[in-house]
């Protein structure tokens, strides 16, 4: 689950304290790229600044306007955001655009509740997966919750055609202790079997620009958004080695089950 992350290992290697926020920022020039915003200002990671206003009310508003990520110090959950800025730039400046303009559209016009669009750019964010797959097949299976022929008896196919990537960055903090029953919102892409003959990084690169249109101009509300139990993909977790472990109805969720808990 933490592959997206591979190529930042020389950033973690032989390090004995936490990464700080110069750290994170010094990463970008490692990368050799300038993450920006819609807005077009420079993303950089700044400590945590607690003000009268509650932080999440102005989280978003603030790395609009000024590029700055409030980040909390010793701290998964801000860590893994921070390096999925690394690795989907694009993507997570078009959620910071879409959470700037609905925020502002429900400030002017006095609305009190969140948008269903806000609501969807939140949940892809906090646990986001994206799916890629050469086959159409493949993908059918999984649009229609038909999980054990999709990871067992497909399972071959799925290893060498389909391939999932952990976006979220409340979805990595929880892979620190995997447990079944982690479910991810998907956002499916068909994608050519030279995919796959691409290196890592530059497969996250697609990504990344396969994903900016999509939330700009495609994503509406979570329903847009696909449940995915992660843990059903071929060996992230040693138990999916057995058929039976398929056999979990309460994981491998029929489709009105699936949308009943949502």
Not at 77 to 100: E, G, R, T
Not at 155 to 169: I, P
Not at 241 to 262: C, G, V
């Amino acid at each position: 689950m933490f592959e997206p992350f591979l190529h930042l290992r020389n950033f973690f290697t032989n390090r004995r304290c936490w990464p700080e926020h110069i750290d994170l920022n010094h990463l970008n020039l490692q990368q050799n790229q300038q993450i920006m915003t819609q807005s077009g200002k420079r993303v950089c990671f700044i400590p945590q600044i607690i003000g009268k206003q509650r932080l999440e009310q102005k989280y978003e508003l603030n790395i609009y306007l000024t590029g700055q990520v409030q980040t909390r110090d010793k701290n998964w959950h801000d860590l893994f955001n921070a390096l999925v800025w690394q690795i989907f730039p694009c993507a997570k400046s078009a959620l910071n655009h879409l959470h700037y303009q609905t925020q502002l559209f429900e400030s002017s016009n006095r609305i009190k509740y969140r948008s269903a669009l806000r609501d969807a750019a939140t949940l892809f964010d906090e646990s986001g997966v994206i799916v890629v797959s050469s086959q159409e097949t493949l993908i059918q299976l999984l649009k229609n919750f038909e999980w054990k022929q999709l990871f067992w008896r497909e399972r071959d196919a799925v290893l060498s055609s389909m391939r999932f990537f952990v976006f979220g960055h409340g979805l990595y903090e929880k892979a620190l202790n995997p447990y079944t029953g982690m479910t991810g919102k998907g956002i499916i892409f068909k994608v050519d079997e030279a995919f796959f003959d691409q290196t890592l990084l530059n497969q996250l690169q697609s990504i990344d620009l396969m994903l900016e249109p999509f939330l700009l101009q495609t994503l509406l509300s979570s329903s847009d958004l696909t449940p995915i139990p992660l843990l059903g993909y071929p060996g992230w977790i040693e138990d999916n080695s057995n058929e039976t472990y398929y056999e979990n109805k309460k994981y491998f969720r029929s489709r009105h089950k699936f949308k009943r808990i949502s």
